[in-house]
Protein backbone atom coordinates (compact mmCIF):
# COMPACT_ATOMS: atom_id res chain seq x y z
CA UNK A 1 0.00 0.00 0.00
CA UNK A 2 1.10 3.46 -0.73
CA UNK A 3 2.48 5.79 1.64
CA UNK A 4 1.14 8.55 3.07
CA UNK A 5 1.64 11.46 4.49
CA UNK A 6 -0.77 13.92 6.67
CA UNK A 7 -0.43 16.21 9.45
CA UNK A 8 0.35 15.27 12.81
CA UNK A 9 -2.43 17.27 14.76
CA UNK A 10 -5.11 19.99 13.58
CA UNK A 11 -7.19 22.09 16.03
CA UNK A 12 -10.58 23.74 14.86
CA UNK A 13 -13.96 25.43 16.74
CA UNK A 14 -17.46 23.93 16.89
CA UNK A 15 -19.07 24.80 13.76
CA UNK A 16 -16.17 25.29 11.66
CA UNK A 17 -15.30 23.43 8.60
CA UNK A 18 -12.13 21.12 8.88
CA UNK A 19 -10.28 20.00 6.40
CA UNK A 20 -7.46 17.16 6.57
CA UNK A 21 -5.11 16.56 3.69
CA UNK A 22 -3.47 13.59 2.84
CA UNK A 23 -0.53 13.69 0.63
CA UNK A 24 0.15 10.09 -1.54
CA UNK A 25 2.81 10.59 -4.31
CA UNK A 26 3.23 7.45 -5.11
CA UNK A 27 -0.46 6.08 -5.64
CA UNK A 28 -1.05 3.35 -7.96
CA UNK A 29 -3.41 3.48 -10.88
CA UNK A 30 -6.00 0.62 -9.36
CA UNK A 31 -5.24 2.27 -5.35
CA UNK A 32 -8.54 3.78 -3.20
CA UNK A 33 -7.97 6.42 -0.73
CA UNK A 34 -10.19 5.31 2.50
CA UNK A 35 -10.19 7.71 5.47
CA UNK A 36 -11.08 6.09 9.04
CA UNK A 37 -11.82 7.73 12.00
CA UNK A 38 -10.76 6.55 15.65
CA UNK A 39 -12.28 7.64 18.81
CA UNK A 40 -9.91 7.04 21.96
CA UNK A 41 -9.69 3.29 22.82
CA UNK A 42 -12.33 2.28 20.36
CA UNK A 43 -11.62 0.89 16.93
CA UNK A 44 -11.65 2.67 13.87
CA UNK A 45 -14.62 3.31 11.82
CA UNK A 46 -14.70 3.67 8.04
CA UNK A 47 -15.66 7.19 7.36
CA UNK A 48 -15.72 7.42 3.44
CA UNK A 49 -13.17 5.81 0.53
CA UNK A 50 -12.70 7.42 -3.51
CA UNK A 51 -11.15 6.76 -6.03
CA UNK A 52 -11.24 10.22 -7.90
CA UNK A 53 -13.02 13.67 -8.15
CA UNK A 54 -15.52 14.00 -5.06
CA UNK A 55 -17.28 11.31 -2.92
CA UNK A 56 -19.85 12.93 -0.53
CA UNK A 57 -21.94 10.89 2.48
CA UNK A 58 -23.78 11.99 5.33
CA UNK A 59 -20.43 12.40 7.16
CA UNK A 60 -17.84 13.73 5.23
CA UNK A 61 -16.51 14.93 1.77
CA UNK A 62 -13.52 13.29 0.19
CA UNK A 63 -11.85 15.26 -2.83
CA UNK A 64 -9.61 13.97 -4.80
CA UNK A 65 -7.46 16.02 -7.68
CA UNK A 66 -7.16 14.85 -10.89
CA UNK A 67 -3.27 13.89 -10.34
CA UNK A 68 -4.65 12.11 -7.06
CA UNK A 69 -1.76 12.50 -5.45
CA UNK A 70 -3.43 13.74 -2.92
CA UNK A 71 -6.69 14.12 -1.13
CA UNK A 72 -8.58 16.07 1.54
CA UNK A 73 -11.18 14.64 3.89
CA UNK A 74 -13.86 17.48 4.28
CA UNK A 75 -15.73 17.51 7.78
CA UNK A 76 -18.66 19.99 7.68
CA UNK A 77 -19.41 22.14 11.30
CA UNK A 78 -17.63 19.92 13.29
CA UNK A 79 -18.60 19.27 16.80
CA UNK A 80 -16.67 18.18 20.25
CA UNK A 81 -17.71 14.90 19.34
CA UNK A 82 -15.40 14.69 16.50
CA UNK A 83 -12.65 15.11 18.50
CA UNK A 84 -10.82 12.11 17.39
CA UNK A 85 -7.70 10.52 15.39
CA UNK A 86 -7.90 10.54 11.46
CA UNK A 87 -6.01 8.04 9.00
CA UNK A 88 -5.68 8.39 5.42
CA UNK A 89 -5.01 5.37 3.93
CA UNK A 90 -4.17 4.24 -0.06
CA UNK A 91 -4.36 0.81 -1.71
CA UNK A 92 -5.71 -1.51 -3.92
CA UNK A 93 -9.21 -2.23 -2.75
CA UNK A 94 -9.81 -4.76 -5.29
CA UNK A 95 -7.15 -7.09 -3.07
CA UNK A 96 -9.27 -6.55 0.18
CA UNK A 97 -6.92 -7.68 2.97
CA UNK A 98 -4.92 -5.38 5.36
CA UNK A 99 -4.52 -2.17 6.04
CA UNK A 100 -1.87 0.19 6.67
CA UNK A 101 -2.03 2.72 8.74
CA UNK A 102 -0.16 5.49 9.58
CA UNK A 103 0.10 7.46 12.60
CA UNK A 104 -2.93 9.84 11.47
CA UNK A 105 -4.08 13.33 12.29
CA UNK A 106 -5.49 13.82 16.10
CA UNK A 107 -7.84 16.68 15.38
CA UNK A 108 -9.39 18.24 18.71
CA UNK A 109 -12.27 20.79 18.25
CA UNK A 110 -12.75 22.99 20.94
CA UNK A 111 -16.02 24.76 21.99
CA UNK B 1 -27.97 -6.38 14.52
CA UNK B 2 -24.77 -7.12 16.60
CA UNK B 3 -21.46 -5.44 15.29
CA UNK B 4 -17.99 -7.29 16.15
CA UNK B 5 -17.38 -8.38 19.65
CA UNK B 6 -14.40 -9.49 21.33
CA UNK B 7 -13.65 -11.00 24.62
CA UNK B 8 -11.80 -10.17 27.02
CA UNK B 9 -12.62 -6.06 27.13
CA UNK B 10 -9.07 -6.07 29.24
CA UNK B 11 -6.47 -8.68 30.18
CA UNK B 12 -3.16 -8.90 32.61
CA UNK B 13 -0.24 -11.02 31.91
CA UNK B 14 3.22 -11.67 32.58
CA UNK B 15 6.21 -12.24 30.76
CA UNK B 16 6.43 -15.46 29.06
CA UNK B 17 2.83 -16.62 29.44
CA UNK B 18 0.69 -17.44 26.52
CA UNK B 19 -2.73 -15.52 26.18
CA UNK B 20 -5.71 -15.97 23.38
CA UNK B 21 -8.59 -13.53 22.37
CA UNK B 22 -11.49 -13.75 20.67
CA UNK B 23 -13.60 -12.38 18.37
CA UNK B 24 -16.65 -12.84 16.68
CA UNK B 25 -17.41 -10.87 13.13
CA UNK B 26 -20.65 -8.79 12.30
CA UNK B 27 -23.00 -10.95 10.89
CA UNK B 28 -22.74 -11.70 7.22
CA UNK B 29 -19.04 -11.13 7.28
CA UNK B 30 -16.25 -14.61 6.86
CA UNK B 31 -13.11 -12.64 7.10
CA UNK B 32 -11.01 -11.60 9.63
CA UNK B 33 -8.63 -9.15 10.43
CA UNK B 34 -6.16 -8.72 13.53
CA UNK B 35 -4.54 -5.62 14.45
CA UNK B 36 -2.16 -4.25 17.03
CA UNK B 37 -2.10 -0.98 18.46
CA UNK B 38 0.42 -0.10 20.64
CA UNK B 39 -0.28 3.95 22.61
CA UNK B 40 -0.13 6.61 20.06
CA UNK B 41 0.65 4.61 17.15
CA UNK B 42 -1.57 3.59 14.22
CA UNK B 43 -3.19 0.24 14.22
CA UNK B 44 -0.46 -2.57 12.46
CA UNK B 45 -2.09 -5.28 10.52
CA UNK B 46 -1.27 -8.69 12.43
CA UNK B 47 -2.91 -11.26 9.69
CA UNK B 48 -5.97 -12.04 8.08
CA UNK B 49 -8.28 -14.87 8.19
CA UNK B 50 -10.68 -16.40 5.45
CA UNK B 51 -12.32 -19.27 5.07
CA UNK B 52 -10.58 -20.88 8.25
CA UNK B 53 -6.97 -20.04 6.54
CA UNK B 54 -4.61 -17.48 7.25
CA UNK B 55 -4.70 -15.24 3.97
CA UNK B 56 -2.60 -12.52 4.60
CA UNK B 57 -0.08 -12.20 7.47
CA UNK B 58 1.77 -8.53 8.87
CA UNK B 59 5.63 -8.38 9.67
CA UNK B 60 4.70 -10.35 13.29
CA UNK B 61 7.07 -13.08 14.64
CA UNK B 62 5.60 -16.85 14.99
CA UNK B 63 4.90 -16.21 18.66
CA UNK B 64 1.16 -14.77 16.94
CA UNK B 65 -0.90 -17.20 15.91
CA UNK B 66 -4.47 -17.64 14.85
CA UNK B 67 -7.40 -19.85 13.53
CA UNK B 68 -10.50 -19.50 12.15
CA UNK B 69 -13.25 -21.69 13.06
CA UNK B 70 -16.23 -22.19 10.71
CA UNK B 71 -18.54 -19.97 12.01
CA UNK B 72 -16.25 -17.42 10.89
CA UNK B 73 -15.16 -16.29 14.75
CA UNK B 74 -11.51 -16.26 15.10
CA UNK B 75 -9.00 -16.67 17.95
CA UNK B 76 -5.77 -14.88 17.91
CA UNK B 77 -3.11 -16.31 19.96
CA UNK B 78 -0.02 -14.73 21.64
CA UNK B 79 3.05 -17.30 23.08
CA UNK B 80 6.00 -15.58 25.38
CA UNK B 81 4.82 -12.69 25.89
CA UNK B 82 7.14 -10.13 26.03
CA UNK B 83 6.41 -6.53 27.57
CA UNK B 84 6.06 -4.80 24.25
CA UNK B 85 3.35 -6.81 23.64
CA UNK B 86 1.72 -4.61 25.65
CA UNK B 87 -1.18 -2.98 23.38
CA UNK B 88 -4.77 -2.85 21.75
CA UNK B 89 -5.59 -5.80 20.08
CA UNK B 90 -8.24 -5.04 17.38
CA UNK B 91 -10.20 -7.44 15.33
CA UNK B 92 -12.06 -6.34 12.23
CA UNK B 93 -14.71 -8.14 9.97
CA UNK B 94 -15.58 -7.35 6.36
CA UNK B 95 -17.06 -9.49 3.39
CA UNK B 96 -14.88 -10.06 0.79
CA UNK B 97 -15.05 -9.77 -3.04
CA UNK B 98 -16.21 -5.44 -2.41
CA UNK B 99 -13.98 -3.13 -4.02
CA UNK B 100 -13.63 -1.70 -0.49
CA UNK B 101 -11.29 -0.88 2.06
CA UNK B 102 -14.27 -0.94 4.13
CA UNK B 103 -13.71 -3.01 7.74
CA UNK B 104 -15.69 -3.32 10.89
CA UNK B 105 -13.76 -2.84 14.30
CA UNK B 106 -14.54 -4.31 17.61
CA UNK B 107 -13.56 -2.38 20.42
CA UNK B 108 -10.43 -4.03 21.10
CA UNK B 109 -8.89 -6.43 23.92
CA UNK B 110 -6.17 -4.16 25.69
CA UNK B 111 -3.32 -6.26 27.30
CA UNK B 112 -1.08 -5.68 29.51
CA UNK B 113 2.10 -7.33 30.24
CA UNK B 114 3.94 -7.43 33.18
Known amino acids: LAKTTQPISMDSYEGQEVNITCSHN???????ITWYQQFPSQGPRFIIQ???TKVTNEVASLFIPADRKSSTLSLPRVSLSDTAVYYC????????????FGQGTELSVKP | DAGVTQSPTHLIKTRGQQVTLRCSPK?????VSWYQQALGQGPQFIFQ???????QRGNFPDRFSGHQFPNYSSELNVNALLLGDSALYLC?????????????FGPGTRLTVL
Open chain 2, 27 to 31: SGHDT
Open chain 1, 89 to 100: LVGDAFEGGKLI
Open chain 1, 50 to 52: GYK
Open chain 1, 26 to 32: NIATNDY
Open chain 2, 49 to 55: YYEEEER
Open chain 2, 92 to 104: ASSFPGLASHEQF
